[in-house]
């Protein structure tokens, strides 16, 4: 914990004042120095609900609660001319190349802030993580006739299957924690969850897809050997969704791959528009976050209780971080 001076107020940016801060893997593989793209030091922090400060940001006064996309674009590179801003060229995410939000207040580029009066501080720092989620879900364009396998249970898988129940498709869930098992059977209904550690995968899935195997997999677990072994799960004409990042080679096997004339894609961060789409299913209560939060610090104690998360994973879904700064 450091004490530095208060950012100035610069032309096209404004000042806000963090309330609600999430904890994600990418903090905690940073903070164990294991997180690709990564240089140090660095203030974590992009999971963010905030207020308004000052500025000129077209919309928003003093006092306005928002939430803040925190992949800072160039605007003029390939992918963003195609509107994919998730995966510019010289992307800069906050909390990961650039410092975070996990400071008093906050510099922020106007056309990054997104208004979320409406939501509760819990919903608006959940905005980000869910729609991580929610983007790789409308990437994989999911068809009526999908049968669509998550390959891991923490907040990003959740946030993967919540999406995915709403279009009401067979989807099961690989999950090893029976935290996060019973998470899934309580809270998100249809769902069929299988356990690796005590079914074998491959005749789980071929009775739960009468044969077909999963026709579309995403992977939320960032495991190398999850990855390797459940690309062999995919059906013939199926895709394979890489959400969770690791920093090794990825193995399969080209003829087996081939033959299936499978799809291999990735699923990048998020756009504004899955911002919007994620504040408009809390809005309407398609989600309730709260079961989610297992974890709560506060972030004057974070230097000493930040640490102690790594002690919590088999009951940790997400951490959030509530900052009491003086006005």
């Known amino acids: 914990m450091q004490q530095v001076d208060d950012p100035k107020l610069v032309p096209g940016c404004s000042i806000v004042k963090p309330r609600q801060i999430g904890i994600c893997g990418t903090d905690l593989h940073a903070f164990e120095g ?5 240089t140090y030091p660095r203030v974590l922090g992009h999971e963010l609900a905030a207020e308004y400060v000052k500025g000129s940001a077209k919309g928003f006064s003093k006092g ?27 992307l800069s995410v906050m909390g990961v190349h650039q410092d975070g ?14 208004k979320t009066n409406v939501l509760t501080l819990d919903q608006v720092a959940m905005v980000e993580p869910l729609a ?19 390959m891991g249970a923490g907040p990003i898988g959740i ?32 769902i069929v969850c299988i356990d690796p550690a005590k079914e074998n995968m491959e005749d789980a ?15 939320a677990t960032g495991n190398l050997s999850a990855i390797d072994q459940s690309l062999s799960y995919i059906s013939h004409a199926g895709k394979y969704v890489l959400v969770g990042l690791q920093q090794d080679d990825i193995r399969l096997n080209h003829p087996q791959f081939h033959k299936r004339e499978a799809t291999l894609m990735s699923s990048r961060n998020a756009t504004k528009a899955d911002f919007e789409f994620v504040i408009e299913a809390l809005k309407n209560k398609s989600i309730d976050v709260c079961p989610m939060i297992t974890h709560r610090l506060n972030f004057d104690d974070l230097p000493e209780d930040f640490p102690h998360l790594f002690e919590n994973k088999s009951i940790l879904i997400k951490a ?6 003086p006005s």
């Open 132 to 150: 991580i989620g929610a983007h790789a879900v409308h990437r994989a364009n999911i068809q009526a006739h999908d049968q669509v396998l998550v």
């Open 320 to 325: 959030m971080i509530s900052c009491n700064h």
């Open 159 to 190: 946030g993967l299957l919540h999406f995915l129940s709403m279009l009401r498709i067979k989807t099961m869930v690989a999950e090893t924690i029976p935290f996060r098992i019973d998470y899934c059977r309580t809270h998100i209904p249809g």
């Open 205 to 219: 899935l071929l009775s739960h897809t009468n044969g077909d195997m999963p026709s579309v997999i995403f992977d």
């Open 101 to 114: 939000g996990m400071c008093e207040y906050f510099s922020v580029p106007d056309h990054l802030l997104i």
């Open 34 to 38: 294991v997180q690709p793209y990564f």
């Open 64 to 90: 306005d609660l928002l939430t803040i996309l925190p992949y800072d674009y160039c605007g003029n590179c390939f992918a963003c001319r195609q509107g994919k801003t998730n995966c510019c060229s010289s």
